[in-house]
């Protein structure tokens, strides 16, 4: 989705073609990923941030025009997923965040709901393998990804 805001054409077939397998990248590598398919750009993964910090620091990165790429709790049908999304719009006074997600749809949501889901507090009945991955830093909760150009101040 990323690539296809930048103006270019990378997809998921795209990426399984090149590595042979799906690629299920957790933060750091996530940020990696973006940095070296986005050279124009330099991607910053924020872990763990408070929910004011996350909010700023998305608003800051959308005021200047560039989608906020994040880890969430989202649903593919009925079941829970670990996800990553593109944050596309805020509306703060108005409690409106939208959302675009990979499985194909635009979400608009609360604010608290975007941050329930950011935190993984919605993840109702979580895997306790997944529980785990959070316990020892695998996961991140409150996590974005801030992407500035290599030409701004």
């Known amino acids: 989705m990323f690539s296809a805001w930048n103006g270019r054409h990378l997809t998921e077939e795209d990426l399984y073609n090149e590595y042979g397998k799906g690629i299920t990248s957790t933060g750091d590598k996530f940020c990696e990923e973006m940095n070296m398919r986005f050279p124009e750009y330099t991607t910053s993964i924020h872990k763990y941030m408070s929910n004011t910090e996350l909010i700023d620091a998305a608003y800051e990165n959308l005021a200047r025009g560039v989608p906020v790429p994040f880890e ?6 009925d079941v829970w997923t670990l996800h990553y999304s593109l944050l596309v719009g805020m509306d703060i006074p108005n409690d409106k965040i939208t959302v675009a997600n990979p499985y194909g749809y635009v ?5 608290d709901e975007f941050l329930q889901r950011t ?3 919605a993840y109702e009945n979580m895997p306790f393998y997944f ?3 959070f316990a020892i830093g695998m996961f991140e909760k409150n996590t974005i990804f801030t992407v500035h150009g290599l030409n701004e101040n």
């Open 119 to 121: 935190s993984f507090e």
């Open 72 to 77: 969430w709790a989202a649903k593919y049908g």
């Open 131 to 133: 529980k785990l991955a």
């Open 107 to 111: 979400e608009e949501l609360s604010v």
